[in-house]
């Protein structure tokens, strides 16, 4: 089973400054996890790490209980039954589409017909049997990395690893690429770490993201727990769009806001206790109404209704994005899809539930 397994691993590069910071994680056999954050947040370090290209200062990396690395023994690149695709796709331009996809296997010792059957079978997979004897340069960009797929797919490996693999694409072309990767990965079930810096990408690929910053793990879970309750002020903000909130807790079920705004809050024991926290409010958790004579209050359904007014309406076809003013110094940004419309300066009332006001550590 191949079950990788990063214990404890720290790297720096000028022996101060850690790239990686004591981060531990286990992922599971045939399971996808993102590694998720910005640039210099340790992501492709730990790729690296997991490759063999470089070694770590300490800790362990482990595949099916194994050590394949430590700061005393690192198992080569070749020997680590791992492939891995990159940014830059890396397929040879001189050669054609079977003969880079087949490179692995010669590479393996795996020739004949066995290899053509393979290769054949993988090509098919990834829709481009039909373009078998082309040159890379008469591709498109979508059509080179599923070369670079194929190849990386055809020599079954232990562990999939993906370096930013769609970065060099063009939006709609990403767009269908990563549904592509997933239903490659549903298909033949690798353990994958994938790289990347892009939110939905992680949201639609992975099975669980792992939230990086400064070389630490900010947290892990799968994307609707990343999404829907983001443990920290970083995670909240760098996935997704989210109103943060300062103030501070005034009971179990209320938090006070800088302005003197009362927001109700779900009871979140694990985090109650903390005194340094904040408020995330999606945008689109947010719902508008029109004005009646009740006001502020607790309307149906256990939402708090709160009076505004429309600063500013932004309108993207599908959606409306409004920023609304609540109180003298609150300004709310809001989702909604575009049935009921309301222009600047218009009255609204702003109704919030507790369940959607999501306490999020500041550090």
């Known amino acids: ?8 691993l720290t790297k720096s590069y000028d022996g101060e400054t850690p790239a990686l910071d004591d981060i ?58 791992m492939s891995m695709i990159f940014q830059s796709y890396a397929i040879w331009p001189h050669k054609t589409i079977y003969q880079n996809v087949a490179y692995g296997l010669k590479y393996r010792g795996v020739n004949g017909g066995e290899a053509a059957e393979k290769v054949k079978k993988m090509l098919g997979v990834v829709q481009l049997d039909h373009l078998a004897e082309r040159y890379p340069g008469e591709l498109s960009g979508g059509q080179q990395q599923r070369v670079a797929l194929a190849r990386a797919l055809v020599v079954e490996p232990e562990i999939l690893l993906l370096d930013e693999p769609l970065s060099n694409l063009d939006a709609n072309l990403r767009e269908e690429m990563r549904f592509e990767i997933r239903r490659l990965h549903d298909e033949f079930q690798f353990t994958s770490v994938y790289v990347t810096h892009d939110q939905s990408e992680a949201m639609v690929i992975a099975d669980r993201i792992c939230v990086m910053n400064h070389g630490k ?12 309750r983001p443990e920290t002020r970083f995670v909240a903000d760098f996935v997704g769009t989210t109103n943060l909130l300062s103030g501070h807790l005034s009971g179990s079920d209320r938090f006070d806001l800088e302005n003197g705004i009362v927001l109700p809050i779900a009871t979140q024991a694990q985090i109650v206790a ?13 719902l508008l109404r029109k004005p009646t004579q009740n006001g502020a209050g607790v309307g149906e359904d256990g939402y708090h209704v709160y009076p505004g007014t429309v600063e500013e309406c932004f309108y993207f076809g599908e959606l409306l994005d409004y920023q609304i003013r609540i109180g003298e110094n609150c300004v709310l940004r809001t989702i909604t899809p575009p049935g009921n419309r309301y222009g600047t300066g218009d009255p609204v009332n702003v109704l919030i539930h507790p369940d959607h006001c999501v306490l999020v550590r500041e550090n």
Not at 1 to 8: D, F, P, V
Not at 56 to 73: C, L, N, R, Y
Not at 217 to 228: A, D, F, R, V, W
Not at 277 to 282: A, D, F, M
């Open 274 to 286: 903390e005194q340094d926290v904040s408020i995330s409010l999606r945008p689109h958790d947010i």
């Open 24 to 81: 531990s994680l286990q992922i599971e056999h045939g399971e996808l996890v993102a590694l998720l954050g910005p640039s210099g947040c340790g992501k492709t370090t730990t790729l690296r790490l997991v490759a063999g290209f470089i070694e770590p200062d300490t800790g362990s990396i482990q595949v099916g209980g194994e050590v394949i690395a430590s700061p005393k023994f690192s198992l080569p690149p070749e020997r680590r039954h």
């Open 1 to 8: 089973m191949a079950t990788l397994e990063i214990r404890n």
């Open 217 to 228: 793990i900010e947290q892990l879970g799968t994307p609707s727990e990343i999404y829907e």
